[in-house]
C-alpha cells in the first residue's frame, strides 16, 4: 500500500512562477526523498530530508519536512519548460531502503 | 558514468506466458530494487537485493512472480503465466548502499 499522498495531483503554472506541492504520510520515517519522473519512465532523485531536519535547499528546490504533521512540502522556484514532469514523495522507515512512493504530482510548466 | 540499464525497453506479451525483465545496475552498487507503477500510479516495491543477503521478496505479488541477482550484480525479474494485471512499467533501482536510489530507464510490459 502507498504510505504518502501527494496534493494536489496536478499542477498547472506559468513559466517563472513557483510551484508547490505537498506530501502527506501515515507512520513514522526515517527519511523523506523527492523523485521526478518524465514521461512515465525512470525516477531521478531531488532531494532527501531525514526526520531531524526541517527544511533543506538544492538550486531552485526547497524541501520542508513537518513530523508532527506527517507531512513535506516541495517547492519549485522560478519555473522553466524543463520542470514539467511528475513528482513524487518517497518514505522510508527504520530500514531506510524501502521506499513507499504516493501517486505523485504532474506539473505542467506553460511557456 | 553509464546509469542503470533496463531490457527490453517495450514488452507486449500474450496472456499465459512467460517473461523475463532484465537489469544491469551501476557498477559497485550493492543494493538493487524491483519495483511496478500501473498507470498513474506510484512505484509499488517488489523486491530487493543486498550484497550476499538474502533478498527481501515481501513486495511480490504472487507466486507467479521471482527474481534472482546473479552474481551481485544483472538482475532478472520473471513473470510466469502473466495475466492483463500484470500490465505496468517495471522500473530497478540500485545504490551503493545509502538510502539515495538511481532508476533506470523502466521495461514497459504489455499483457494482452
Known amino acids: 500500500s502507498q504510505q504518502g499522498e501527494e496534493d494536489p495531483q496536478a499542477l498547472s503554472i506559468q513559466e517563472g512562477e513557483n510551484a508547490t506541492m505537498n506530501c502527506s504520510y501515515k507512520?513514522?520515517?526515517?527519511?523523506l526523498q523527492w523523485y521526478r519522473q518524465n514521461s512515465g519512465r525512470g525516477l531521478v532523485h531531488l532531494i532527501l530530508i531525514r526526520s531531524n531536519e526541517r527544511e533543506k535547499h538544492s538550486g531552485r528546490l526547497r524541501v520542508t519536512l513537518d513530523t508532527s504533521k506527517k507531512s513535506s512540502s516541495l517547492l519549485i522556484t522560478a519555473s522553466r519548460a524543463a520542470d514539467t514532469a511528475s513528482y513524487f514523495c518517497a518514505t522510508a522507515g527504520s530500514n531506510d531502503y524501502k521506499l513507499s512512493f504516493g501517486a505523485g504530482t504532474t506539473v505542467t510548466v506553460r511557456a | 558514468g553509464a546509469g542503470v540499464s533496463q531490457t527490453p525497453s517495450n514488452k507486449v506479451t500474450e496472456k499465459g506466458k512467460y517473461v523475463e525483465l532484465r537489469c544491469d545496475p551501476i557498477s559497485g552498487h550493492t543494493a538493487l530494487y524491483w519495483y511496478r507503477q500501473s498507470l498513474g500510479q506510484g512505484l509499488e516495491f517488489l523486491i530487493y537485493?543486498?550484497?550476499?543477503?538474502?533478498?527481501?521478496k515481501s513486495g511480490l505479488p504472487s507466486d507467479r512472480f521471482s527474481a534472482e541477482r546473479t552474481g551481485g550484480s544483472v538482475s532478472t525479474l520473471t513473470i510466469q503465466r502473466t495475466q492483463q494485471e500484470d500490465s505496468a512499467v517495471y522500473l530497478c533501482?540500485?545504490?551503493?548502499?545509502?538510502?539515495?536510489?538511481?532508476f533506470g530507464p523502466g521495461t514497459r510490459l504489455t499483457v494482452l
Open positions: 533501482a540500485s545504490s551503493p548502499g545509502g538510502p539515495k536510489q538511481f
Open positions: 507512520t513514522s520515517i526515517n527519511n
Open positions: 537485493f543486498q550484497g550476499n543477503s538474502a533478498p527481501d
